[in-house]
């Protein structure tokens, strides 16, 4: 069974940074993109970036654009987002997805029949 869980949220001042982890298992290909998301109180959710596992191709949001950095360790089947410079507006329930896919700029998350999400992890930037 596909699973995927977060780590690494918390509470940060405005232009500080965290790192966001996501541990993957249960996979049964190695060449998909895992995605993150976010998702704050009476907002839409946002696709933030994705990483893909067979090429590294990576994707960001214009609004993280040059803060956020995503990585994938294959070897330890975890993929990291870096995030610098953080905004309140970057306040959200963050969540790694997948597999997702990318289409006319817009990330999707993962059919539920055909993947997985974590449970999210809160991240709050007091101004």
């Known amino acids: 069974e596909a699973r995927l869980v977060e780590s690494g949220g918390g509470l940060v001042q405005a232009g500080g940074s965290l790192r966001l982890s996501c541990a993957i298992s249960?996979?049964?290909?190695?060449?998909?993109?895992i995605g993150w998301f976010r998702q704050a109180p009476g907002k839409e959710r946002e696709g933030v970036s994705c990483?893909?596992?067979?090429?590294?191709?990576?994707w960001y949001a214009d609004s993280v654009k040059g803060r956020f950095t995503i990585s994938s360790d294959d070897a330890k089947n975890m993929v990291y987002l870096q995030m610098n410079d953080l905004k309140p507006e970057d306040t959200a329930v963050y969540y790694c997805?997948?597999?997702?896919?990318?289409?006319?700029?817009?990330?999707?998350?993962?059919?539920?029949?055909?993947?997985?999400r974590g449970q999210g992890t809160q991240v709050t930037v007091s101004s």
């Open positions: 997805a997948a597999p997702v896919s990318l289409a006319l700029g817009t990330l999707y998350p993962p059919d539920p029949r055909f993947g997985s």
């Open positions: 249960g996979f049964t290909f190695n060449d998909y993109a």
């Open positions: 990483v893909s596992r067979g090429d590294g191709t990576t």
